[in-house]
């Protein structure tokens, strides 16, 4: 993600110049000398230079990253899962100084589906969300709850069905695992693998009167209404489907992300992933696999 980080900052015109630190310090100029970066020697160097910083390091080290980052009074952006853990979280939230801005990096928050489905959706009756990937190198300390998810989680709890209490159960291990929740009556079955020969990232929601369906990767929506008439035909039931394909912008989510993330710093806004909803989001997934198989009740 850093490489990615790297990448969207040297095309934002809102950087007038980038820098970047890694232990690696190889890899570090040779990713500044792709983008027209300065490799800074030390955070310290780095963090005397700017006016705002992504963390994007493994998640066992984001704790003390962004704590070094938020003692300089740095904005800084922190990859998701904003730490490790949900403990680890809260004692980094309680170090945030009043008017820094620090948000967490929930880059689908950002897809341009996500808004749109809100729009439309009215009272769901069911939802599903899978994202599955073959596996990845790239991901280290953390379990496809944090790794993969906590991407449905967000949307799902922050956006979607964001208040009263759930229940959930779920089934897994590191690397596959589904989880069933009722968020206000309303059931919502989560699956996430990082042992898929197909990557998915989809999302489908149920309605009285219309059905949704949204495509991440894709970034399509389609709208399916309800037949308007139901026969049979030579025996075989047959009915017709009204389905409509919504208009979206598509983009990338990280350069929306990114962009959003410098606006709010340069006007002082909160960035609209906080560190609040990212503790949200960690407390769920530790239910998910804390709780494999009895039901709980959480509120």
Not at 91 to 109: F, K, N, P, T, W
Not at 123 to 140: C, D, F, G
Not at 158 to 167: E, F, I, R, S
Not at 255 to 269: M, N, Q, Y
């Amino acid at each position: 993600m850093g490489r990615n980080h790297a990448r969207v900052y040297s095309e934002l015109k809102a950087v007038d110049s980038l820098y970047l630190y890694d232990l690696n310090g190889k890899a570090a100029s040779d990713l500044a000398g792709a983008f027209g970066a300065t490799a800074s020697p030390t955070v310290e160097d780095l963090l005397r230079s700017v006016d705002a910083v992504s963390v994007c390091v493994p998640t066992p080290y984001h704790f003390s990253v962004a704590e070094t980052v938020l003692d300089a009074g740095v904005p800084v952006l922190i990859e998701k899962p904003i730490c490790a853990t949900a403990e680890e979280t809260r004692r980094l939230i309680a170090m945030i100084s009043d008017g820094l801005i620090v948000g967490v990096g929930h880059i689908e928050r950002f897809n341009p589906i996500v808004p749109e489905i809100k729009k439309i959706v009215r009272r769901p009756l069911y939802i599903e969300m899978k994202r599955h990937n073959p596996a990845s190198s790239r991901v280290s300390g953390s379990s496809v709850v944090e790794d993969l998810m906590i991407h449905d989680v967000d949307i799902v709890r922050n956006v979607l069905l964001p208040d009263g209490p759930y229940q959930l159960t779920g089934s897994g291990n590191e690397d596959v695992c589904s989880a069933l929740f009722s968020f206000g009556g309303t059931p919502v079955y989560l699956s996430a693998s990082r042992k898929s020969s197909k990557k998915i990232r989809m999302i489908y929601i149920e309605e009285e009167e219309f059905t949704i369906e949204g495509d991440f990767m894709a970034q399509e929506i389609y709208i399916h209404r309800k037949p308007g008439q139901y026969a049979v035909e030579d025996e075989r039931y047959v009915q017709e489907n009204i389905i409509e394909k919504v208009l979206v912008n598509k983009q990338e989510p990280l350069k929306i992300e990114l962009s959003t993330f410098l606006d709010c710093v340069a006007r002082g806004r909160e960035f609209p992933v906080s560190p609040a909803q990212a503790l949200l989001n960690m407390k769920i997934c530790e239910d998910v696999t804390r709780c494999f198989s009895p039901l709980m009740v959480l509120a």
